[in-house]
């Protein structure tokens, strides 16, 4: 009977458990219900890949209005590929914000960090879930309230003005997608998803579709920071609560990325989207533009939190180099480093939390001598920081191979050496660390010997041997990007 509803309670849960939080007050019996439905909806999200797995497309028919007319839940190779990876990083990071919470947001303000964690996962989840446009729309401003409170709520009073900026770009974003969809349901009279995308040939001729398309087009880029609509996303992580950084960082932009593939493959699909607009070669341009540009700031970062916020930006770039390359090989590379950058930078963030509690910051002062003053800690970052840059045996190798193959399969051979390239650029901000940890003596800022506390230290080392496990075992990354890229480009789901 609950394995019918699943696709519902996997959002219901968390929702509910926001104001239930909100009510109780307390940090502790907040921190346990936020774990408590985080944990459920992970377990939800793997009984849904399973089911997806077996059996195909699940849908679900919200009180029991069939679609079209209702909303639908619909859970297909890549929306069950999305929702366990956010599910996943939810329900880690859970636990290790019980410690990180305590040390950087003021007691009184403690429950709410935890409500907005569940407000923002059954957000986020409802995004890569549903099967209504506007509905997508609604899930999608849930998680970003909850996106702008978790990011005030750094203890850092420039927490608030990137939170302020993160507010403008993100409402515009949102209004640039509502308004494509507006002009998508004149046009085909329906909000959902798959039945959009059977009527939009008919109705495909003139402005209207193209204008929509570069509505939804923009609106999500500015969601997913895309290079140069990214200037929102380097203060939104450097100064938000560690636990917040590192759930944002590795699930809000991959969603958005979601969106997108979803919008561009599943509605309009590859060639309408290639005949309406010139998108592969703007997504291509973009992307490397993001790769390079992106990579050499981060290069010159006093703050690591800071570094791997703009290291962010660019392996967005190679995301949507993938995109763009609208190969199944590139579609492939795409899906499957949004899987893997996810738990390399959720790793990276979770790693840099402890540093920040221990140090009271991470800027490259505090980083001297930790290899020293906090060994398993500096060791994580550095083998988190192998995937980074995509070293043989770690995730990220994976995701730039089927990179180089796709930009192969697509006649690029420049682009292939390209992203082999930009890796060096990684070498050397990752470098910069290693130096800093392993080679310079410790400072007046740097932390006194010990780790962080063993919750927050087992939960990052998890992420870690993640990174290592997907480096050898491919079967769930590669074989469920590879059925999303199927899926993606008009094959069985």
Known sequence: MIAAHLPALAVVVPLAAAPLIVLVRHAGAAWALAVAAAWFSFGASLALAAQVADAGVVSYAMGNWPPPWGIEYRVDALSAF?????????????PYALKSVAAEVPGELRYLYYAMHCLCLAGLLGMAMTGDAFNLFVFMEVASLAMYVLIALGRDRRALLASYQYLLLGTIGATFYVIGVGVLYLQTGTLNIADMAARLPAVAGGRPAPAALAFITAGMSLKLALFPLHLWLPNAYAYAPSAATAFLAATATKVSVYVLLRFHFSVF????????????????ALSIAAIVTASLVAVWQADFKRLLAYSSVAQIGYITLGIGLATRDGLTAAVVHLFNHGITKGALFLLAGGIVLRAGGARFENLRGLGRSMPLTALGITLAGLSLIGVPGTAGFISKWYLVLGAIEAGMWWLAALVVLTSLIAVVYVWRFVEAAYLSEPGEAAPRPGEAPMPMLVVSWLMVAACLWFGFDTSFTVGGASRAAQLLLGGAP
């Open 82 to 94: 999305v929702v366990v990876l956010v599910s996943a990083i939810g329900a880690a990071v859970a």
């Open 269 to 284: 699909g590859e060639s309408a989207v290639t005949a309406l607009l010139p998108m592969p070669e703007i997504l291509i």
